[in-house]
């Protein structure tokens, strides 16, 4: 019976549990889109929401029913002929806020900020933020050795979703790296691996080759499709 | 023609009602003597922000509702307690911020004068300072957040009111509230957040508890002296007690 009242008591508390918005609090949110170029560019929406991007599941499965992909929205703006735009938010309670850039040319781009760098102006500048073209890149890894041992590779690539890093309030930059780990020669036919990412970036692939030895392979992604053939 | 100004015209036509039943108001009829003791009004009211502030450039008024009582000191000054809440939308994200509707609540206390000008014809007037929030919410698609923006009221409140019967009148009110709001904003929109001014047209029922005229006293009295003491009963001694207490009260007070 307790057992049931506890039960109970959880999912209670889970589905009462209602992460607000700050009381008695506006600020004001700008940032410069431009393309790999550096040209500015137009009409693209960007949307700031409350939490990380990587909760999104989460969110989604418990907290409400809003989409996939945002939590509370807290304010939204269309980019000018500058690429500037400027717009009037709210202020999440926690100390974790995203925002995303949506435009029709460009995959959606979300990037991770932390509130705490903002929460004594109210004034959310944004460094300047580049969108760039998705890209599917093929990595094909054949065996010409004839080893039947089994390896660990890393790829390092540019990730669609990014994190500003601060340093005591200072940005010290915005990181978009992702990586993807995975095995290779597992059977005896070539091991292919598809990796999401966008363009013009660099993929870095490492692994061990038969005698041990740490290789590393980088390759410059600039289409909408690569394919590369990696042979050990 | 819009909903304000439509109860705008409704109150001028009572106004000039009044100078025509005036006319034929009985002045000496003995309830005149009558004074309140406490009033308790029930109203709903349609607000409307105004002003070159966040919530006259960004929010549009709805319907409301509220309750207030008062009490009264001496002839017509009362003082009283107010609680009201009205239901806005959001006509610009862009001014207010991400947030589809807001629930303006009011808690105050005020004080002001209740003036009798013909015998079934009121005006009063009050100031009154209180609380005020803004509960705001977002729909489901933004999420379905909520928070508050809260801050000081200051109100002043006005009201023509027609008598029914003595204890049972209606009334129209136009009100007035400023809300000094402590929203801390980002340098650039300060001056946008730091007040509120709505404007509201109430219309309502009242409920009246009077003092018992002077000439219904004495007639109420006379009436249980004419019982000859032996047969009166014990409600009878007891309310002739409390009759004559009243009487000497409200004699008192007149001069």
Same mark, same amino acid.
């Given at each position: ?7 109970? &008591? %959880? ?5 009462? &549990? ?31 929401? $409350? ?19 945002e *939590? ?13 735009v ?8 926690d100390?974790?806020?995203?925002? $995303?850039?949506?435009?029709? *040319? ?10 705490v760098?903002?929460? $004594? ?13 998705s ?21 390092t690539?540019?990730?669609?979703? &990014? ?12 990181? &978009? ?17 598809? %990796? ?30 690569? $394919? ?5 | ?34 004074? +309140? +003791? ?56 862009n ?13 105050? /206390? ?16 009050d ?9 705001? +919410? ?47 904003t ?23 508890d ?16 004419a ?19 009243? /009487?000497?009260?409200r /004699?008192a007070?007149?001069?």
């Amino acid at each position: 019976m307790m057992k049931y009242l506890i039960y109970s &008591c %959880i999912v209670i508390f889970l589905f009462s &549990c209602e992460a607000r918005i700050d009381n008695n609090k506006r600020a004001l949110f700008s940032t410069t889109v431009v393309d790999a170029n550096g040209t500015p560019l137009e009409n693209v929406e960007v949307v700031v929401y $409350s939490g990380f991007y990587y909760y999104n599941l989460q969110s989604y499965s418990f907290a409400k029913f809003s989409d996939i992909d945002e *939590d509370f929205i807290l304010g939204s703006g269309i980019t000018d002929s500058n690429g500037d735009v400027s717009f009037l938010m709210l202020v999440n309670t926690d100390e974790q806020t995203s925002f $995303s850039l949506t435009s029709e *040319d460009y995959p959606r781009r979300n990037v991770s900020i932390s509130d705490v760098n903002y929460a $004594s102006t109210l004034e959310y500048t944004l460094p300047t933020q580049t969108l760039k073209q998705s890209s599917l890149v093929n990595l094909n890894f054949s065996n010409i050795s004839g080893t039947t041992d089994v390896y660990n590779a890393i790829t390092t690539f540019e990730s669609k979703n &990014c994190s500003q890093f601060t340093d005591e309030g200072i940005i010290t930059g915005v990181s &978009c790296e992702d990586q993807e780990f995975f095995l290779i020669n597992q059977s005896t036919s070539d091991t292919i691996v598809e %990796i999401e990412t966008v363009y013009p970036s660099i993929m870095t692939v490492e692994y061990e080759d038969v005698t041990g030895a740490l290789i590393t392979e980088q390759f410059m992604i600039t289409n909408a499709t690569e $394919s590369y053939v990696i042979q050990f | 023609m819009s909903f304000n100004s439509r109860l705008f015209i409704v109150v001028i036509i009572l106004s000039f009602s009044n100078i025509v039943v005036a006319q034929t108001d009985t002045i000496n009829d003995p309830e005149n003597n009558r004074l +309140r +003791r406490n009033v308790t009004e029930l109203f709903i009211q349609r607000g409307s922000p105004t002003g070159d502030n966040y919530a006259g450039n960004g929010l549009s008024g709805g319907l409301g509702f509220g309750i207030r009582t008062q009490a009264y000191l001496y002839k017509g000054l009362y003082i009283g307690a107010g609680l009201s809440n009205d239901f806005m939308k959001v006509n610009d994200m862009n001014v207010v911020g991400n947030y589809d509707r807001a629930t303006k609540f009011n808690a105050y /206390l005020f004080a002001g004068y209740d003036y009798r000008f013909t015998d079934l014809w009121h005006i009063t007037g009050d100031i009154g300072i209180g609380y005020s929030q803004n509960k705001n +919410r977002q729909t489901t698609a933004q999420g379905g957040a909520k928070f508050r923006d809260s801050g000081t009221l200051f109100r002043f409140t006005t009201s023509i009111e027609y008598e029914f019967t003595p204890a049972i009148s209606v009334f129209a009110s136009p009100s007035f509230e400023m809300v000094d709001y402590k929203i801390a904003t980002a340098p650039a929109l300060s001056n946008t957040f730091s007040n509120g001014n709505y404007f509201n047209v109430a219309i309502g029922i009242r409920i009246s508890d009077n003092i018992a005229s002077i000439d219904r006293l004495k007639r109420d009295i006379d009436r249980i002296e004419a019982i000859p003491e032996d047969q009166r009963g014990g409600v009878q001694r007891i309310r002739l007690k409390i009759y004559k207490k009243r /009487l000497a009260r409200r /004699l008192a007070r007149r001069n």
